[in-house]
């Protein structure tokens, strides 16, 4: 029975995540003032404008309604089972943006959004059928996970100094993927230490850290959008965000580690995955209004 309303709070959050994507987007792209085609970017003074546009903050919102349903749907199940369901926000949120910009749907970035769902959807199935398991998190986990934070960090922000001028949507949509998978693994942990009734200052960093990817996954978020059309954007994160969030629960915390003893299941994981990573370049290469703006 928890499961089943994990997964169903899980679905709601997708649909919240879907209109909030959508508000965003809309407000970010009317607040830029650069021309079409140009390389657009958010910074301090967008955000401030941003902060008094009444759909931005409807967005912000559906997003925060959006988090406490995945995050009420962590305490509930494993997050290799929660987490990769969010990709129904994809096929939402291209009906929505294509309402919105009266922008007809391809037949090229249906099947794009079909190998992001498709792959996502397979790989949800799967590891809900092999059973996931939640095991007793140590401190050694939490070091693990906050140590990859550390190194994305100093990843991204190499990236950032070197190709500043360079980032795209893809570019920004990546950094957030990574950094939002590794959000969901840390207020996971924070939960499962606080049902351990082992709240330390390890947890309290781990709280932290989870504010902070929260922060710079947003950043990226919103030059995302300024960038890209929203379902692009979702796309990414809806791929990206759980592929990372269940590597890390099945190699770190142990969640359906058994998995892994089955080779078959080894490479469907990857085979979905790739399927899935493929939908979200083929989505940024053949998108209408990506086209348009090239």
């Keep these: 029975m928890g499961r089943a309303l994990a997964i169903v709070l899980s679905l709601l959050a997708a649909v919240a995540l879907a209109f909030g994507a959508q508000f965003q987007n809309d407000s970010v792209e009317k607040n830029s003032e650069k021309k079409k085609g140009a390389k657009r970017g958010v910074g301090l003074a967008h955000i401030v404008d941003l902060l008094k546009n009444p759909r931005w903050l409807a967005g912000m919102g559906f997003l925060v309604l959006g988090a406490l349903c995945q995050i009420a749907a962590l305490t509930m199940a494993p997050l290799i089972v929660v987490q990769p369901i969010g ?33 996502i959807a397979t790989f949800v199935a799967l590891a809900t059928g092999i059973g996931s398991d939640q095991n007793q998190l140590s401190d050694a986990n939490l070091y693990v996970i906050l140590s990859i934070l550390a190194v994305l960090l100093v990843a991204l922000g190499a990236v950032f100094l070197i190709q500043r001028h360079k980032m795209n949507a893809l570019t920004f949509i990546v950094g957030a993927g990574l950094l ?56 990414g994160l809806t791929v990206i965000d759980p592929m ?36 979200v370049w083929l989505l940024s290469r053949v998108h209408p209004e990506l086209k348009a703006q090239r």
């Design 244 to 279: 990372v969030a269940v590597f890390i629960a099945i190699l770190v915390l142990g969640e359906a580690a058994h998995a892994t003893d089955n080779p078959l299941i080894t490479i469907v994981f990857f085979a979905t995955g790739a399927m899935a990573a493929t939908g």
């Design 87 to 119: 990709a129904l926000a994809l096929v939402i949120t291209a009906l929505l943006n294509a309402r919105v910009t009266k922008t007809a749907i391809t037949k090229a970035t249906w099947i794009a959004i079909s190998l992001c769902t498709g792959g």
């Design 180 to 235: 939002y998978g590794l959000l969901a693994t840390l207020v996971k942990t924070v939960i499962q230490r606080i049902q351990q009734s082992h709240f330390d200052w390890l947890t309290i960093v781990c709280l932290v850290a989870a504010v902070l990817a929260m922060a710079l996954g947003g950043w990226f978020v919103q030059n995302a959008y300024a960038s890209g059309p929203p379902d692009l954007v979702i796309a």
